[in-house]
């Protein structure tokens, strides 16, 4: 017979041996890292086992980042309201885990909280909003004048509706300088309707305009980029375009722009021309018909330069639209001048100049007037090529 320390010291390394299997086998996982808009909802969802034993408690904790109120904490999957935030964060979650052998687990998980909806890292350059009924959020009318602006948009998808031609829903989004934006637009209309969707600044002074035309049964994205000279509100301002009142809901948000060179409103004076890099293409949109779009460019003495316009307004009955590029020297004497025809669906031109003495140049993109034509509702690019 064993004696009792052999027999107390057998017992202990049993105990040791099931409370080092216990630890071994129990396992908890908080969850893969998420990122999150600020405000936007998450659900921290944790699995642990105890195959030995049985889970008798979860406990969520956050243990860095600002303040949340956690649902939910005491049990497998915690839920909370991300903060609201004017510059990224992370919060750093632990979710503990007991079992009724005394283990305890636990495990970490990062959620990292952005101020603009984060960019599929799948299709960085393209990011597609979601079709309206996908929406986050919904428009509150009235909404119709700049003081009744919604003011959710950087934070959310908003669906909206164009009542009948009257009907403005005023969107506020504050925006920073140095940072290019895109107005994400989709709507799905199968009809005549169409959308308007402007840009303001907070003096009601228009910035961009483009026209979203849908005749097709999918859905129609749109987008307008846009980069703005000083940090403020902004107003985005759906309507119908032209009277032609749209029937279905759109959705509308505003994110970072893939582009990285955009026009930046107000550049209409040779003083405020954004300044263009060669090879480089500039996105612009000619808001009404007295935006003017100044690009400067520095050339070298006895080189040929190709001033590269491409644009299309090949949309439904919009297509009379022209534009006219014209080029500049720092005296302000015109050195060369095209129409375009928006009415292609690639409508391009080529203007060549030759210059002579080194300097400032600048290119100017406008409304071209003529018989029949109409102000542009479409985004258009300019490149400066050394030929
Ligand atoms: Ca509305
Ligand atoms: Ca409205
Ligand atoms: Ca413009
Ligand atoms: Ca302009």
Same mark, same amino acid.
């Given at each position: 017979m064993p004696s009792l320390i052999t027999r107390l010291l057998v017992s202990i390394f049993v105990v040791a041996l099931v409370s080092c299997d216990s630890t071994d086998a129990f396992y908890v996982d908080a969850g893969a890292d998420q990122t999150v808009q600020t405000g936007g909802a998450v659900t921290l969802v944790g699995t642990a086992d105890s195959p030995d034993g049985s889970i008798t408690s979860y406990e969520w904790v956050k243990i860095s980042g600002e303040i949340v109120v956690l649902t939910g904490? =005491? &049990?497998s999957s915690a839920s909370f309201t991300a903060p609201i935030i004017t510059a990224d964060t992370v919060l750093i979650f632990q979710l503990m885990v007991n079992d009724d052998r005394g283990g305890r687990v636990t495990d970490d998980v990062n959620v990292f909280v952005t101020v603009l909806p984060p960019v599929d890292p799948e299709n960085p350059t393209d990011p597609t909003p979601p079709p309206p009924n996908q929406a986050t959020s919904l428009e509150t009318e009235p909404n119709n004048i700049l003081s009744e602006a919604n003011s959710r948009i950087l934070a959310d998808t908003i669906s909206g509706q164009v /009542? =009948? !031609? &009257?009907d403005q829903d005023w969107f506020e989004v504050n925006l920073v300088a140095g940072t290019n934006y895109r107005i994400q637009f989709a709507g799905s209309e199968g009809s005549e309707g169409r959308w308007g969707v402007n840009v303001y600044d907070t003096s009601s002074s228009l910035l961009a305009l483009m026209a979203v035309v849908d005749n097709s049964s999918a859905v129609s994205n749109a987008n307008l980029d846009i980069g703005v000279g000083a940090a403020g509100k902004y107003y985005v301002v759906v309507e119908s375009y032209n009277f032609s009142v749209p029937t279905q809901p759109y959705a509308v948000t505003v994110i970072t722009s893939p582009i990285s060179k955009v026009e930046i409103e107000t550049n209409d004076s040779l003083l405020t021309a954004d300044a263009l890099t060669i090879a480089e293409a500039i996105t612009g949109q000619? /808001? =009404? !018909?007295?935006d003017q779009d100044w690009f400067s460019f520095s050339a070298t003495e006895s080189t040929n330069y190709q001033i590269l316009f491409e644009g299309s307004e090949d949309i439904s009955d919009l297509a009379s639209a022209e534009w006219n590029v014209n080029v500049y020297d720092s005296s302000n004497n015109l050195l060369a001048s095209t129409p375009v025809d928006?009415? !292609?669906?690639a409508s391009s031109a080529s203007l060549n100049v030759g210059i002579g003495a080194a300097g400032t140049y600048y290119i100017v993109v406008e409304y071209g007037p003529s018989v029949l034509s109409e102000v542009p509702t479409q985004p258009y690019t300019v490149t400066v090529n050394v030929l």
């Open positions: 904490e =005491n &049990t /009542a =009948n !031609d &009257t000619v /808001a =009404n !018909d007295t928006g009415s !292609d669906v």
